[in-house]
């Protein structure tokens, strides 16, 4: 057989399988639901507010893909059960990938940040990945096709000014990637994180103050924001069967900003 003659499979195919997203009412979450849909998986979209997560549901349903739609509130542990048993629901009682993005944010610099910021913050982005992931853990297969993705951030890896708790929670869900996928390799689950930056509600503050946003474009290697459509293709790889054998990683996906 010639090289011209061999066939390879499609190994960024998600048909077949299925996939529960938080916070994808909007920005990099829908974009991700969007596109996990898109490459064949059906779509659990969830966010915590329940409309909107319908209208993305929805939208991808209309332009032929499989999805549904439920509210949630990560830090939740009966929602987050309901949801991981919906979304296997749509594969005959699999949830296949499962993808952490749901996030907030309160700002103060550190003399000012009260415990209750603090704790929120934590909550939704630490907790919450640990509570969703822990409600998924049955849904997800043995067969090398099971995935948790989680949402870091470069805050998580190199600090960032007037968000000490943001900073704690990705870099502690870092540490929440690496010791599942030591822990769950045995079961030929994967577990990793990405680390995105783009043009989102999020980002929003910073990209409109422009002493912020000049500040940021500096760190920024490539000189400009990412769109969440930008990002949403590296979760699509690390969902697939390209990245079976990777594991305990953080991917940054923020046009050089971590180098």
């Known amino acids: 057989m010639t090289v011209e003659q061999r066939t390879y499979p499609d190994v960024f195919s998600l048909q077949g399988r299925s996939a529960l997203v938080t916070g994808a009412g909007a920005g ?44 949630l509130d990560v830090r939740n542990a009966e929602q987050a059960a309901t949801a ?6 749509l594969n005959g009682g699999t949830l296949n990938i499962l993808v ?7 700002p103060a610099m550190f003399p000012k940040m009260t415990a209750e910021q603090f704790e929120f913050v934590i909550g939704v982005h630490l907790v ?34 007037g968000q000490v708790n943001y900073g704690s929670a990705k870099a502690g869900i870092i540490g929440l990637t690496k010791s599942l996928a030591k822990e769950l390799a045995r079961r030929q689950i994967t577990v990793n994180a990405l680390a995105p930056l783009a043009a989102t509600a999020m ?16 760190r920024i290697a490539m000189g400009r924001w990412a769109t969440p459509e930008e990002i949403a ?27």
Do not use: C, M, W
């Open 128 to 161: 919450g990945s640990f509570t969703v992931s822990h409600a998924a853990q049955e849904f997800l297969p043995d067969d090398g096709t099971g995935r948790i993705l989680n949402v870091t951030s470069a805050a998580g890896l190199t600090g960032t000014i």
């Open 203 to 218: 980002t929003e503050t910073v990209r409109t103050n422009e002493k912020l946003s000049a500040k940021q474009l500096a």
């Open 233 to 259: 293709p590296s979760f699509v790889f690390f969902a697939s069967d390209a990245a079976s054998y990777i594991t305990g990683q953080v991917l940054p996906v923020d046009g050089g900003t971590v180098v």
């Open 28 to 71: 990099i979450g829908e974009a991700v639901a969007r596109a996990l849909a898109a490459a064949g998986a059906a779509v659990l979209v969830t966010d915590l507010q329940e409309e909107a997560a319908r209208a993305v549901a929805e939208s991808i349903v209309a332009g032929g893909g499989t999805a549904a739609h439920a509210a």
């Open 84 to 89: 991981a048993r919906q979304a296997a629901e």
């Open 100 to 106: 952490n993005n749901a996030g907030a944010i309160a």
